[in-house]
């Protein structure tokens, strides 16, 4: 399993054509919807019952474009609408994911 030690080794992981199997799924969702597969994405995040998958939930949906089932989802995840961009939001929860060792 390919060690994951910060955004950019996420980012480069995108040429390839599915992500790494042994990867949690909170991970795989980010890296489907890096990849332009919301559909994927928000397959994966739906099963994910934690507040971090309220969290990858809520970032979808903001995506989307719809705000109030978004604010919903960070509700659920006890966290603020985000005000950053969506790019510094998928960094960021990618990260935590990278730190919390939950790959």
């Known amino acids: 399993m ?21 990867w949690s799924p909170a991970l795989k969702a980010l890296w489907f919807d ?3 597969n919301w559909e994927a994405s928000h397959d994966i995040a739906q099963e994910i019952h934690s507040s971090l998958g309220s ?18 989802w960070y509700r659920r995840a006890n966290k603020p609408y985000p005000k950053i961009s ?18």
């Open 2 to 22: 390919m060690t994951l030690n910060n955004y950019k080794q996420f980012r480069g992981t995108l040429k390839e054509n599915n992500p790494p199997a042994k």
């Open 34 to 36: 890096a990849k332009g």
């Open 55 to 72: 969290c990858i939930h809520g970032y979808l949906h903001r995506k989307e474009g719809d705000a109030w089932n978004a604010g919903y």
């Open 86 to 103: 969506l790019e510094d939001e998928l960094k960021e929860i990618v990260e935590f994911i990278i730190l919390s060792s939950d790959i």
